[in-house]
């Protein structure tokens, strides 16, 4: 393990340990604190926060970029203290924490006992709306992880998440889909993170004007096993309350190709997406690449080489 590897897996190792212990107000005001002195030192995540987020609000001008990437790292932050501190939270606190609209799409679908995929993108805190589906409705669900470095470290979000009562699979490896089809089959319930494709063999959707790509896998899951499809967009507001949507299902094409459906799927996930985005940029915390033009030079001439890994990720 290299020295930035281990100081990486430190500094988690004393958020989860330190920050969890904090009275709520003190976390509250030190994730601020945190965003404001990361927004001005203007670094890499920063600069690439702004640069989505002028995909997403086209028109707007340099001060309101800078605007929105200031509340955007504060809400990246809020993601973090909350995370940190979601271990040491009471039932009635989780429970709490989340007003969700159109609920009723989700619990039908339990209730029909064919499965369900929650899809959503990196909006808000997906780590409680998670930890509030197992608490509040009690529902248990499978997630996939990123395997991160250090292993120590991919290990930490493992055993934080699975305290949170969620069953979570490695991305890599090549036996998750086959785990997750199972839990579906049997009237389980799946949630995945799926704005941002980690595979580089995901499918291609229109966001914001231009091209991005996208995961094919809550499209594939629904269709080989009859799940129900739902997109799913949170959001802050300036209570201690997150607010989320359930959208309606996403359908399975009556005719096509597999490849033709998993793409008209993937487009309606990636258009429920920008719905919840649009209305609400500072919160969608993408501190990485992620249109082609961004990705791929080839794409774009004008854009700078070798993408690289910016941020952090979650």
Partial sequence: MSVQ????????????????????PVAVRLGRTIADVAWKQRGKGVLRLESNYARVVPDAGPERLAELSR?????YLRYWMESFRLPAWSAERIASGLDVKDLHHLTDGMAAGKGVVLALPHLANWDLAGAWV???????????????????????????????????????????????ARRLRDGGLVCLVADRDLSSSGVEVGFFGETARMPAGP????????????????WYDDSPV??????????????????????????????????GIADHPEDWHMLQ????????????????????????TS
């Fill in 5 to 24: 590897e281990r100081l990486t897996d430190a500094l988690y190792g004393a958020g989860w340990g330190t920050v969890r212990k904090l009275p709520e």
């Fill in 71 to 75: 509340a955007g790292m504060r809400s």
């Fill in 134 to 180: 197992t608490t509040k409705l009690g529902i248990p669900f499978t997630t996939v992880a990123e395997r991160l470095k250090p292993e120590t470290l991919y290990d930490r979000f493992v055993a934080y998440r699975e305290g949170l009562g969620m069953e979570v699979l490695p991305h890599t490896g090549g036996t998750a889909f086959g785990t997750l």
């Fill in 219 to 234: 499209a594939l899951l629904a269709q080989q096993t009859g799940a129900r499809l739902l997109p799913v967009t949170l």
């Fill in 242 to 275: 997150m607010r989320g949507r359930v959208h309606p299902p996403v359908e399975v094409p009556a005719s096509g190709t597999r490849a033709e459906k998993t793409s008209v799927m993937t487009q309606a996930l990636a258009d429920a997406f920008a719905t």
């Fill in 289 to 312: 690449r992620l249109w082609l033009k961004d990705l791929d030079p080839a794409r774009d001439p004008a854009t700078s080489p070798a993408p690289d890994q910016e941020g952090t």
